[in-house]
């Protein structure tokens, strides 16, 4: 079952380091979204991206938050100098046009 | 701005029980709605898709649509403990690339034995 896959599924950081999501769409989808969630909250959307372009940031935070979909390899999610404030769990998911999209199991970023 | 609405619950039934979850959504051009569940600490899992107007059917669960009241709602029959999580109901606007999906914050659902 070739699902979306993302890792790493924990990470821990210290204040200060930068933090590298990765996230593997289904085979053959070229639509990524990634979203964060703190505890007991919903699902906010941060960047929806296709191969090579980025389609809507209007989530991500302005600065050290980046986000990239290459021709080649997984879709990546850099968060630099993070502060206690990016503890959370971190979505992405995948979708062909015009149907579902499907959700890797997350990863929870823990800055110390 | 494009919002998705629900209840926030808790929404407590008994087992056996049938459980109704609705949602409200602010853009006429939305395409398709999507329900998904999430337990607590798991990623969410996609349940029912439904892109016309109508009735869905797929065992336990309904989903409904009405889109000139912008409403769409999440029926679950015979409800069992194990469907005690967070229902958050999706729905897409489309755009000049592609669609982006917005969600809505969720319903606590509670099933009681």
């Known amino acids: 079952n070739a699902g979306v896959m993302q890792n790493p599924r924990h990470l821990v950081r210290r204040r200060g380091q930068e933090a590298r999501l990765r996230c593997s769409p289904v085979k053959g989808h070229s639509h990524v979204y990634w979203y964060r969630q703190l505890p007991e909250e919903g699902l906010k959307f941060m960047v929806y991206?296709?191969?090579?372009?980025?389609?809507?940031e209007s989530g991500m935070p302005k600065e050290r938050f980046s986000a990239e979909f290459p021709k080649e390899g997984p879709s990546i999610l850099r968060i630099q100098q993070v502060v206690r404030g990016d503890s959370a769990a971190y979505f992405c998911?995948?979708?062909?046009?015009?149907?579902?999209?499907?959700f890797g199991q997350g990863t929870r970023l823990t800055v110390v | 701005q494009k919002e998705v609405e629900q209840n926030s619950g808790p929404l407590s039934v008994p087992e056996g029980a049938i459980a109704s979850l609705n949602c409200t959504y602010s853009?006429?051009?939305?395409?398709?709605f999507f329900w998904y569940r999430q337990y607590s600490g798991k990623s969410p899992e996609l349940i029912m898709s439904i892109y016309s107007n109508g009735d869905k059917e797929d065992g336990r669960f309904t989903a409904q649509l009405n889109k000139a009241s912008q409403y769409v709602s999440l029926l679950i029959r015979d409800s069992q403990p194990s469907d005690s999580a967070t229902y958050l109901c999706?729905?897409?606007?489309?755009?000049?690339?592609?669609?982006?999906?917005?969600f809505g914050p969720g319903t606590r659902l509670s099933v009681l034995p």
């Open positions: 998911a995948s979708s062909p046009l015009k149907t579902e999209a499907f």
């Open positions: 991206l296709q191969k090579e372009n980025i389609i809507d």
């Open positions: 853009d006429r051009g939305s395409q398709s």
């Open positions: 999706a729905v897409t606007i489309p755009g000049n690339y592609g669609q982006n999906f917005v």
